[in-house]
């Protein structure tokens, strides 16, 4: 089975850009979890979406993020405009039930 | 957003050595707990969950203390391999999980 696949692996991009994340969930699953991982404050909880719906986005920093889900295959999460404070690691999970979560390979993003 | 805390190491033990992690959380409510592993720029992979009768895979321990409100995870017989970071996680009701910032493990030869 293929795991959560989530692209670009790596991004480097300028203050300012736009950045769109990819993820595919593992299919089945019906709960999909972005996250935010950096040494300082280890991996936060962004948003997470249950049957493509949007359930908790407590954990968005701000209006510069967002995240949508057009189906059960596929999520994005953007950042407009990016700063060089979202420097870190982005990782997509998916997960049958929210509890046992599997996660994707990671985004690693440094915005200069 | 509830407290979940690990010590965050790092633990520097002989290959052979038996090594203990504690996770201690803050809501009595929790229901369900687990130990993920995470090497070094990988993602998090899940490691095993805690029952509340503790359970053992292979050399790896997992118990739940209600009462003093922690988990833990014991590793028999250190391997190099062994090495990685050990992230808790636990669910409080009906929301995700939450997860704590790891301990560090470090097996040396």
């Known amino acids: 089975d293929a795991g959560v696949i989530q692209s670009p692996r790596h991004e480097v991009t300028e203050m300012g850009q736009e950045v769109t994340l990819r993820c595919?969930?593992?299919?089945?699953?019906?709960?999909?979890?972005?996250?935010?991982?950096?040494?300082?404050?280890?991996?936060?909880?962004?948003?997470?979406?249950?049957?493509?719906?949007?359930?908790?986005?407590?954990g968005m920093p701000e209006d510069r993020f967002s995240a949508k889900m057009p189906n059960a295959s596929f999520s994005t999460l953007k950042i407009q405009p990016s700063e060089p404070?979202?420097?870190?690691?982005?990782?997509?999970?998916?997960?049958?039930?929210?509890?046992?979560?599997?996660?994707?390979?990671?985004?690693?993003?440094t915005v200069t | 957003r509830k407290e979940v805390e690990q010590d965050p190491g790092p633990f520097n033990v002989p290959e052979g050595a038996t090594v203990a992690f504690n996770c201690t959380y803050s809501n009595s409510a929790s229901q369900s707990f687990f130990w993920y592993r995470q090497d070094c720029r990988k993602e998090p992979k899940l490691l095993m969950s805690v029952y509340s009768s503790g359970?053992?895979?292979?050399?790896?321990?997992?118990?739940?203390?209600?009462?003093?409100?922690?988990?833990?995870l014991l590793i028999r017989d250190s391997k190099l391999s062994d090495s990685a970071t050990y992230l808790c996680a636990v669910n409080y009701g009906n929301t995700p999980l939450v997860f704590g910032k790891g301990t560090r493990l470090s097996v040396i030869a």
Not at chain 1, 28 to 45: A, I, K, N, V
């Open chain 1, 24 to 58: 595919k969930p593992i299919s089945g699953h019906d709960y999909l979890f972005w996250y935010r991982q950096t040494m300082m404050r280890g991996l936060e909880l962004l948003i997470y979406f249950n049957n493509n719906v949007p359930i908790d986005d407590s």
């Open chain 1, 85 to 109: 404070r979202d420097s870190a690691v982005y990782f997509c999970a998916s997960s049958p039930d929210s509890y046992e979560q599997y996660f994707g390979p990671g985004t690693r993003l």
């Open chain 2, 55 to 72: 359970n053992e895979d292979g050399r790896f321990t997992a118990q739940l203390n209600r009462a003093s409100q922690y988990i833990s």
